[in-house]
């Protein structure tokens, strides 16, 4: 192909029209509570794996939300499951168990395999 | 210490036992802190004078392999059911558990059969089953940590010391860390509840220190089971620790008094890790500051020989801390065993400095 | 008209409705369980959003009580409210009974017990303060750390005791948010240079001129909104209050170390409130009195005879309290009108 000395950009934009929003359904039928988190962040404020490394709970689950999944499931995997985040949440969402949901659902869209 | 903040904690107060306990010893203690259990049975008996009985038949609780979902929760509640079984053979009601974990598994089964009281029936079949046992769900659980604060007082009538610096007159800063499974799971079954327990600042407070209140007091000593238990979570498990000496540094503690096997561990262990991992120590002299556990301290201020209480194992040595109080040692005995004969020296850190020669 | 409505609770509701019974002729006995009268009220300086001072709405309602169909009684709180026949009966512990042909719920709300929130530390360290405190802090224009100095860095938090499910409340205070930026604006009118920050969930600016001081708040007086619900707070070395939250916007959990932490505290019902409407089967969510319907039916109750009005029924603004007391005086006159 002909090097033109500049490229096509891609488009960067978050597209509900074809971004897959349905997985997220899979997730709420696991976790019902899901549904009430308002992203207020208090989880993330006292989660340990968020004050030392890149992982912020809050951000992968609208990012799922969002239909959005790549490199999802390697953030994830920096989560301890120590719980500590279901005790300030004020919507009472079970965050645990949305962490652990959400990678089997990313494990079944084939984004990061787990044996389970 | 201003009066509401008295007042508030005052109002998480639990029902302690007077008499004849059931401990239940910890699984690790023994080879961390080989004293410190030696040391609780020795000031209960010849001390307070009660009834306690060491049990030979014991076994896990299997609260570090519940914590990290090794162990189903059914199996946890059969094997504490067993416990209290032996308890039952005893003819004893009040369970004292060692270990903080232990603490926190025990009040947990309990609660799960109030509120479910289809699981205690579970439990009850598995048992019977398993061993032909029976078993009654203890009266009351008291952590020791909880029997030595409310016996504090009358402690502090025997004790040849006291947390003050016998050269300057002045009082022993202290940081205090509970061990999170102590009142984070049920806030009502901690002296002062989840966010500020009283129980080791009471002892403090009681025995003549100071008790430091630094941001991080709050936080984690840095086990958290997960955070340490899986190799590629153990760098969580350092940084945490670190966080919380880099928030109390400034407030030069002389010593961190701990109530749970984990965080003694942890933040004696762990200072060792981060001197030589970064050169970096959190007191003035390159020694770290030592942590030591509330029967070690009792212990000491009672007039107990430093090496019986097995203070010579920490990591981070307490010599110093010992000079402070004014208590008397003898250096020469530090390594000699309980039976007399030379337990070996450890090998010496290259950057935390120690006063022996490994 | 020979008939005599019993209100209960002498705050702006409970005046209100009783100096609009009056001027049409209906014998009022409002029985208070303070000294004063007032209610809530009495603890605001300033009001929002147009910053009215507070002892002004004070004069301009406790003169409405001067009119000879309204009889006054503090001091004296009701514990037993019940109906018999058509009439309805108030006692207080001493056994003193009062009687009328109908009766009114306007006994309000009390703000929340910020100590129940342990993790922020109210009660504990000397540096938290209330939305209330700061209220009272500023009767004196200083405010001032628990050492008497100026702060040079003071953040608000929102909905401390509302919207959580941890403490039982669900629901929206409606005061806090507008309240928070009234505040922010009166320290900032007091010390310009320093910072004032306010940490919030959404902010809800749907009165009329809210949006207007809101906007102004950061136009002129540079007071920073942080999104994010504060996790816990801690002291530091000096007696300043570490916290801990999540920039949610930026996605990167922080830590702030402030000079004065105020906690804006949510409306719940008061104690009076829930006993009340317990004993009337009226009692609604989280301890408010219920109303027969949202619409037209606000003001009553399942119960002839029974009214409601102001923040006995849900959190309300001082405006829309009144509004509200003047709608109930409506129903009760209709009421009398058409029962024995
Ligand atoms: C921090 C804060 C700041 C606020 N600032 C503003 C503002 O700036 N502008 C604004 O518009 N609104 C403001 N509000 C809202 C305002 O305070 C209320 O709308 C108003 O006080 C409601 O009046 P009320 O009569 O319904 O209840 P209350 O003011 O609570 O009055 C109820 C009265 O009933 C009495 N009572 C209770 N039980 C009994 C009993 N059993 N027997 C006898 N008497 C009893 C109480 O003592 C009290 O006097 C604020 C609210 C809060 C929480
Ligand atoms: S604390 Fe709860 S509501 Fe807030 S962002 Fe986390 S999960 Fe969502
Ligand atoms: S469970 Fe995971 S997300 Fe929640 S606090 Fe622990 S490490 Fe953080
Ligand atoms: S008004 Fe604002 S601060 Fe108050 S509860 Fe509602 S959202 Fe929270």
């Known amino acids: 192909m002909k090097n033109w000395g500049f490229k096509i950009s891609k488009p960067r934009v978050l597209d509900f029209d074809t971004a897959n929003l349905d997985a997220y359904n899979r997730l709420i039928e696991k976790v019902p509570s899901a549904h009430r988190c308002l992203m207020c962040g208090a989880c993330t ?72 | 210490m201003n009066t509401i903040k008295k007042h508030f904690w005052n109002e998480y107060q639990k029902e302690i036992a007077n008499d004849n306990y059931y401990y239940e ?94 699981e205690l029936e579970k439990t009850r079949k598995f048992l019977r089953e398993a061993t032909g046992r029976e078993f009654k769900i203890p009266e009351n659980i008291a952590h020791p940590s909880d029997i030595i604060y409310k016996y504090r007082k009358e402690l502090k009538q025997k004790m040849k010391y006291q947390l003050v610096n016998h ?34 600042a009471g002892m403090i407070e009681e025995w003549g220190g100071e008790v430091i209140d630094y941001p991080e007091r709050r936080h984690c000593c840095g086990f958290g089971f997960r955070q340490y238990l899986v190799m590629a979570n153990r760098g969580y498990s350092v940084a945490n620790t670190k966080k919380k000496f880099e928030s109390m540094e400034e407030y030069k503690p002389d010593f961190v008094l701990t109530n749970c096997p984990g965080c003694t561990m ?77 337990i070996g020296i450890p090998e010496k850190p290259e950057i935390l400095k120690v006063d022996y020669d490994g | 008209m020979d008939k005599k409505v019993l209100i209960i609770g002498g705050g702006p509701a409970g005046i209100e409705t009783a100096y609009s019974l009056a001027l049409q002729d209906v014998k009022v006995v409002m029985i208070e369980k303070d000294a004063n009268v007032c209610g809530n009220i009495q603890n605001w300086e300033k009001l929002f959003p147009d910053f ?15 009119h000879p169909n309204i009889e006054v009684i503090t001091n004296t709180e009701i514990k037993n409210l019940y109906p018999q026949g058509n009439l309805w009966f108030a006692k207080n512990d001493d056994e003193r009974i009062f009687e009328a042909n109908a009766a009114l719920l306007a006994t309000g ?185 949202l619409y037209s039916e606000d003001n009553m109750t399942t119960k002839p005879g029974l009214f409601l009005a102001g923040t006995c029924k849900r959190p309300l603004t001082l405006p829309e309290t009144l509004a509200d007391a003047r709608s109930a005086a409506t129903d009760i006159i209709k009421y009398l009108k058409t029962t024995k």
């Open chain 2, 266 to 342: 942890f933040m004696d262990r762990w200072q060792y890790t981060i001197a030589e991992m970064e050169g970096k120590t959190y007191d003035d002299n390159g020694m770290g500051i030592p942590v030591l556990t509330y029967e070690e301290l009792a212990g000491l201020l009672l007039g107990y020989n430093p090496w019986d209480l097995g203070l010579q194992v920490h990591q981070v040595q307490s010599e110093s801390l010992l000079d402070k109080i004014g208590i008397a040692y003898d250096p020469a005995d530090k390594f000699i065993g309980k039976s007399g004969k030379f």
């Open chain 2, 25 to 118: 010893r910890s699984c690790i203690r023994q080879s961390f802190f080989p004293g410190s259990e030696t040391a609780f049975l020795k000031i209960l008996r010849d001390e307070l004078g009660k009834k306690i009985i060491d049990d030979q038949h014991q076994h896990t609780c299997t609260g570090i392999g519940y914590h990290s979902d090794i162990v189903q929760f059914d199996t946890t509640m059969t094997i504490c059911a067993r416990l209290f079984s032996l308890m039952s053979d005893n003819e004893l009601k009040n369970f004292v558990p060692s270990c903080v974990t232990s603490f926190g598994v025990f009040t947990e089964v309990v609660e799960t059969w109030n509120q479910f009281p289809e």
């Open chain 3, 52 to 66: 009215k001072d507070a002892e002004e709405v004070r004069k301009i309602l406790s003169q409405k009580l001067n």
């Open chain 1, 45 to 116: 404020a006292t989660c340990t794996a968020n004050l030392h490394t890149t992982f912020n709970f809050r951000n992968c689950h609208l990012m799922f939300r969002r239909g959005q999944f790549e490199g999802l499931a390697e953030e994830l995997d920096k989560c301890m499951l120590c719980g500590k985040c279901k005790l300030v949440c004020p919507r009472g969402v079970n965050t645990r168990a949305i962490i652990y949901n959400l990678r089997i659902v990313l494990s079944d869209l084939n984004y990061k395999k787990i044996e389970l």
């Open chain 3, 109 to 293: 709300f009390e703000v929340f017990d910020a100590k129940r929130k342990e993790e922020l530390g109210y009660g504990i360290y000397d540096n938290v303060i209330t939305s209330a405190d700061f209220e009272k802090m500023y009767k004196s224009r200083k405010i001032l750390t628990a050492e008497g100095r100026v702060p040079q860095r003071i953040a608000f938090l929102n909905c401390v005791g509302s919207r959580d499910e941890k403490v039982g409340n669900h629901y929206c205070s409606r005061v806090c948010c507008i309240n928070a930026v009234k505040q922010a604006i009166e320290f900032k009118e007091l010390v310009p240079d320093a910072k004032a920050y306010c940490f919030y969930m959404d902010m809800r600016m749907a009165g009329q001129f809210y949006e207007e001081l809101y906007r102004k708040s950061q136009e002129k007086y540079g007071v920073t909104y942080i999104r994010g619900r504060t996790s816990e707070a801690a002291v530091t070395r000096d007696n300043r209050i570490q916290i801990k939250a999540e920039d949610t916007l930026s996605a990167l959990p922080m830590k702030m170390t402030v000079d004065l932490l105020v906690l804006m505290v949510g409306i719940e019902a008061s104690a009076g409130t829930t006993l009340l409407s317990e004993q009337n089967d009226v009692l609604g969510l989280y301890g408010f009195a219920k109303p027969l319907g």
């Open chain 2, 167 to 200: 050269k300057t007159g002045k009082p022993l800063r202290v940081v205090e860390h509970t061990g999170c499974h102590y009142g984070k799971i049920f806030s009502h079954h901690a002296v002062g509840g989840a966010e500020f327990p009283q129980v080791l």
